[in-house]
């Protein structure tokens, strides 16, 4: 699933989180922003989540107040990114244990660990939930000591 | 309350969510900036890492937060986990590979890949996976390669998708990867194997030479997606009943590259396709997603009809699912396959014209594309009514394209001429504001072709004008309508339906109504005053005609007021040839634009796929001598190929063919000319056209040379290759030039009579 960017944002078009896959310029990121928003913001309410802007697929699904928004070239397979979206979700879920927007705004730091345990490049790094949520669970830990202490 | 310097980024947040303006909030964060500036300048390091989380947070919102990149490198060389967690995190956020500053982090990336603490290796793994730049990459793709060979299936897995962004960047570096790609699929673990499949589709997509070697894994891949789709409820991997979906699309991408244009791969993955097709539980959206991806492999590899149904088959289904995501995903599949798999897709024709009234617009205009993908002369009225219904009620912005297309696909397809100029109409009337500019001279060539329906279009279109003078696609095909066949409108000769009665100045009335109207825009006004000075030849008011060209001689409008003098002037002082200049339009040609195979259009029907041999062909005659010529020819079998000869004899040049049948393809003759010369000078610059009618496909290969040299000492030979999938009658249009004591000499032939064991 070659992502190109991922975007959460709320019902009023506040940034949540930003991940950007490809290197793009501050001015570019600020526009794709405000696109992302204005279009997924702008559709009527029982659309299809898939949306076509340049050359890429949009994929977007809301959860509660928050949209989550992908990018992704044309021959990705739009119905699989749903699954990674939703995954994501999932494991926020688990870790903050009903996850809302506050928890990402307070937390954003976490959302973007977690995130970075899931995919890497773009691309999906770890199938299992249960790995993803023990790995993220030991990093946790390795903060409270004040030495990185040796793991072999 | 004032942010306090020392609290952690929470209570930071917690205030400015407090600001009730974005003046307020632009003013916390101007202070809460200055106060971390001035931390940062005293090199602070227990507060580091906290302040470039605030940082990043007022990043989020959309203030500038440059001045923390350096601080995030510092925070990355740092031994605390906190900070470097939050100083990659920076770095990915704040730094991009445009910024030389991201350079400096090289050394520390490589120092980390190196750590003795998984978890750094992973931060430093991800940092590189996520924004390396080339030169990174080329520094510190020997240690991803090194971590790519570990037994920790954590830092395996990163590695894996780390020597993906190595290779997107620096695609030289591939090679390197080779070796340690040998037991990738052996793992056991999903992570890694998930992994491994992306960064060996990556590889199979760069290089062809990457994709041969690793063909060899179809085996290996089917067995792990039968496993996958055979082994029982695996909670660490199960998606409502699926066992890794993630990985089961990825294996079924690898499995599409690999099997590309390769027969025995195909093969090879033909049962596991169709199990996954068979076996996979549509339900839910995760389902789906694998079928999607199965059938998209299918039509993608050298797979039996019998699969390639099953998988149009699963679009079909999907065409009819409650969710509009797969229905919308259905449509863009099918649109891609309509081409190739035409017969199959129509079976599917009335889902996808349902779809036209679906209210998702995004599956609206696929459906419609694909619509018209489908229309064919059997299905044409059906079709039809259903796009012409979908014109009326559809939104703006699907109008113009969906009438352009009924305009060709009526064009194509027109089952009689009566209806033609019906479904233009009902297109003018229903979505005229909405046609493209050029359908106006299109349509007007069609009715002027038209000759037995005149009557009847002026009729419907003056009718037309009766009721909406607003769109003006409409009122322009009509004005000029009007103009040219007013006569047969007043004279009440329509066969087609009952005719109207109308005067000659009831006419008048309405075109000089258009003139008028402030609905009218100038290109219109053009075309009613042209109308009217037109009607001076077939009615008899000529002086009501008179008054209003004089009048708008004086009109604002520069356009028109050329038009009027002109019109003037010709009343005035060249009124002789006024019935010449305004007589009837003759029959248009329609332009050539592949050359001999178009025929002059002289009885207003639509193209026939054949020429007709009586008309002479459309070609460009130089002054030199040119003639066509229809040959016999004489037929020999020799040897099991076909041996034809024919011989056009112009100035001494001898043309030879012969035939035989392409191997493996029974469709294609391979046609080879000889061309000799008797004569005692070379002809030089020869080259050999050939056309043949639409029907067929040629493919003319390079000649063994440009010289037929005098007196039979060599010859030029020529291989064309037909495809006659039709099994037609072959004809063929031959054209030669060449030059011959030192003058261009061109000869044009046609040839009707091959063999019928040459096209059968």
Known sequence: ?152 | PVPSLHQGHLELIRTIRTARTQAEEREMIQKECAAIRSSFREEDNTYRCRNVAKLLYMHMLGYPAHFGQLECLKLIASQKFTDKRIGYLGAMLLLDERQDVHLLMTNCIKNDLNHSTQYVQGLALCTLGCMGSSEMCRDLAGEVEKLLKTSNSYLRKKAALCAVHVIRKVPELMEMFLPATKNLLSEKNHGVLHTSVVLLTEMCERSPDMLLHFRKLVPQLVRILKNLIMSGYSPEHDVSGISDPFLQVRILRLLRILGRSDDDSSEAMNDILAQVATNTETSKNVGNAILYETVLTIMDIKSESGLRVLAINILGRFLLNNDKNIRYVALTSLLKTVQTDHNAVQRHRSTIVDCLKDLDVSIKRRAMELSFALVNGNNIRGMMKELLYFLDSCDPEFKADCASGVFLAAEKYAPSKRWHIDTIMRVLTTAGSYVRDDSVPNLIQLITNSVEMHAYTVQRLYKALLDDISQQPLVQVSSWCIGEYGDLLVSGQCEEEEPIQVTEDEVLDVLEGLLVSNLSTPVTRGYSLTAIMKLSTRFSSVNRIKKVVSIYGSSIDVELQQRAVEYNALFKKYDHMRPALLERMPIMEKTASNGPTEIVQTNGETEPSVPDTKHPPLVTQPANQVTARSHDISVFTIDGSFFVTDDVFKNGLKIEFTFERANPNPNIAVITIHATNTTEDDMTEFVFQAAVPKTFQLQLLSPSSNIVPALNHGSVTQVIRVLNPQKQQLRMRVKLTYTHKGSPVQDLAEVNNFPPQSWQ
């Open chain 1, 1 to 152: 699933m070659t992502m190109h960017f991922l975007l959460l944002f709320s019902r009023q078009g506040k940034l949540r989180l930003q991940k950007w896959f490809t290197p793009v310029p501050e001015r570019e990121k600020k526009k794709i922003v405000r696109d992302m928003t204005t279009m997924v913001l702008g559709r009527k309410p029982r659309s299809c989540n898939f949306l076509h802007w340049k050359d890429l697929k949009i994929v977007y699904k809301k959860y509660a107040s928050l949209y989550f928004c992908c990018g992704l070239d044309a021959e990705e397979n739009e119905l699989l990114a749903l699954e990674v979206l939703h995954r994501y979700v999932e494991l926020l879920d688990k870790y903050f244990g009903n996850v809302c927007e506050l928890d990402i705004i307070f937390n954003f730091e976490k959302a973007y660990f977690i995130l970075d345990e899931f995919l890497l490049g773009g691309e999906v790094q770890e199938t299992s939930k249960q790995v993803l949520s023990r790995s993220i669970e030991a990093s946790d830990m390795l903060q409270e000591v004040s030495v990185i202490p040796r793991s072999r």
